[in-house]
């Protein structure tokens, strides 16, 4: 089986890092997915609308460029492996917090926090795994991390789907605490990276940022643009689907889990497809197709009525979200300088999170006031204008595919 090929060509350090940088970015989701599922129920204990309970996943997207920029400078200055092992405590200590908010105000400002947690983990353990892997299996190990997110989020509906009904929201969140043991794993079992052992640039770290920011501002303007375009993306189609199902359709959580489960099967296979193929087409491309390819699914996606539709409609759906997502980890990190790869491609991303930030919110006030409760139109919208965005933008920037990224000088 050529999955198990990929894995067979590593050595077991590499192994072992990639998983746990695939693990780290799957509970990192997790935690995140935890919120969009618990909106409804959330909205009933706040006596408030879902546009109030969404401004929370609006402040988590809006505080991850902060632990982006501050998480990354730790990995560049003490190492990739420690960062992420302070990361993961960080961001599953803020998950557990929530759990025990008394209001939406003390919640927000829990999801605050976590927000900066979450936003430093992409960004580290790209870096960590890129640096560790061969470039030959690069397309293909792209896919499959990036797609840790699609875990992530088929985890959370798992667990919706069968615990929430006996431990409420507030037990959803304490599960969510969980991923800390994830240190243990990387404590025992995973090497700093090489390339960073190699170059060891921590002395220099902020300072090259501010160099290479500018010297490549350009470039690194174009990456934050297109990275708007891409969480616009992805949490414009998923953030407040639960809630569509939920209360467009009144299903129950067994229900909205099986939807959500296809559809993040849908999200993982694409990645690893979109992903692996990039190699051999090259990253724009394989972006551009997988983000077109959305559009004819909308009316599946977005209209249909049965549980079945509903699920192949979100099959597809992310299997291309998720199939232009999969090109990213390896494309963030080939445009990006050497020097500062631990903070580059994780600020951009998150800059871009923060620039999409609203969306969700936006989403729910459009429900509320234009579409008088009707989420269809509204879904159909969303996807229309970003996954031509997406398109857009990445033909009008450029690709390294292939790059050498074993080196920090």
């Known amino acids: 089986m050529e999955l198990i090929a990929h894995f067979r060509r590593l050595t077991a350090a590499q ?3 990639f998983i746990a940088c695939f693990l780290g970015w799957s509970l990192d989701a997790f935690d995140f997915f935890i919120l969009t599922f618990c909106i409804s129920a959330l909205a009933t204990q706040f006596q408030t609308k879902i546009s109030a309970v969404t401004e929370a996943v609006f402040i988590t997207l809006a505080f991850r460029p902060v632990g ?18 302070v990361d993961i405590i960080a961001y599953s200590v803020f998950e557990l917090a929530s ?17 900066i947690a979450m936003g430093g983990e992409w960004g580290v353990g790209a870096a960590l795994a890129f640096e560790t892997l061969p470039a030959k299996e690069r397309g293909f190990f792209s896919g499959l991390l990036q ?45 700093e990276s090489p390339a960073w052992l190699q170059g060891r640039v921590s002395k220099k770290a902020e300072s090259e940022l501010g160099r290479n920011i500018l010297k490549f501002v350009g470039p690194f303007l174009l990456m934050t643009v297109l990275m708007f375009a891409f969480n616009s993306f992805s949490h414009g189609t998923q953030d407040l689907y ?10 129950s959580p067994h ?4 939807v959500a489960v296809i559809a993040n099967i849908g999200a993982l296979v694409g990645g690893v497809v979109f992903g692996s193929w990039s190699e051999r087409i090259g990253r724009r491309k394989a972006i551009v197709i997988a983000a077109l390819l959305s559009l004819p699914v909308i009316p599946l996606w977005a209209y249909s009525r049965s549980i079945p539709m509903l699920a192949l409609g979100g099959f597809l759906m992310q299997f291309m979200v998720q199939g232009a997502w999969g090109v990213i980890p390896a494309h963030l990190n080939e445009l990006s300088p050497a020097a500062v790869r631990g903070t580059f ?7 871009g999170n923060l620039l999409s930030s609203k969306n969700s919110v936006l989403q729910a006030r459009l429900v509320e006031q234009k579409y008088q409760g009707s989420y269809p139109p509204m879904l159909a919208w969303t996807v229309l204008i970003v996954a031509s965005l997406v398109a857009l933008v990445t033909v009008s920037g450029r690709e390294r595919r292939g790059a050498d990224l074993s080196s920090v000088e």
């Open 68 to 85: 982006a920029f501050l998480f990354g400078l730790m990995a560049d200055r003490f190492g990739r492996r420690r960062t992420l092992m």
């Open 242 to 251: 639960p809630t569509f199902l939920t209360r467009g359709h009144h299903f």
């Open 99 to 115: 759990a025990f908010a008394p209001s939406l105000k003390v919640f927000i400002i829990t999801r605050a926090l976590f927000g």
């Open 147 to 191: 797609e840790g997110y699609a875990v992530g989020f088929l985890m959370a509906a798992l667990v919706y789907g069968t615990v929430f009904e006996f431990v409420g929201w507030r037990g959803m969140f304490v599960i969510g605490a969980l991923p800390a043991f994830l240190v243990i794993y990387i404590r025992t079992k995973v090497d």
């Open 345 to 351: 491609p994780g600020f951009a991303y998150q800059l």
């Open 255 to 258: 229900a909205v889990m099986f």
């Open 15 to 17: 192994r072992n890092t």
